[in-house]
């Protein structure tokens, strides 16, 4: 088991920057790639970006690219999603996932983190 906590969200104007961070817990942090997804009221749930276990391999959203950053710290067992230039349709509960793989973690992950909620205001 995984266990995935989330912090950071917040209210933001638009055009502002926040910060998630997911602290992991349970087995080795390092053996899993980690991702962030997002869903809105009414929405499908949307990857917006995955790092494999090393950090290597880092995928995007369209989206989302060139405005979110994710990266990791195997030492610290967290994960973060820098997001700058908010936009309205950012909006939404923010997600932290483990997978064993990167590229199944585009749509699905073994591990979630409870959410935290996201608001961008316009």
């Known amino acids: 088991q995984v266990q995935l906590v989330e912090s950071g969200g917040g209210l933001v104007q638009a055009g502002g920057s926040l910060r998630l961070s997911c602290a992991a817990s349970?087995?080795?942090?390092?053996?899993?790639?980690m991702g962030w997804f997002r869903q809105a009221p009414g929405k499908e749930r949307e990857n917006v970006g995955r790092i494999s276990r090393l950090g290597r391999d880092i995928y995007y959203p369209d989206s989302v690219k060139g405005r979110f950053t994710i990266s990791r710290d195997n030492a610290k067992n967290t994960v973060w999603l820098q997001m700058n230039s908010l936009k309205a349709e950012d909006t939404a509960v923010y997600y932290c996932?483990?997978?064993?793989?990167?590229?199944?973690?585009?749509?699905?992950?073994?591990?979630w983190g409870q959410g935290t909620q996201v608001t961008v205001s316009s």
């Open positions: 349970g087995r080795t942090f390092g053996n899993y790639a």
């Open positions: 996932a483990a997978s064993t793989s990167v590229l199944t973690l585009e749509h699905e992950a073994d591990y």
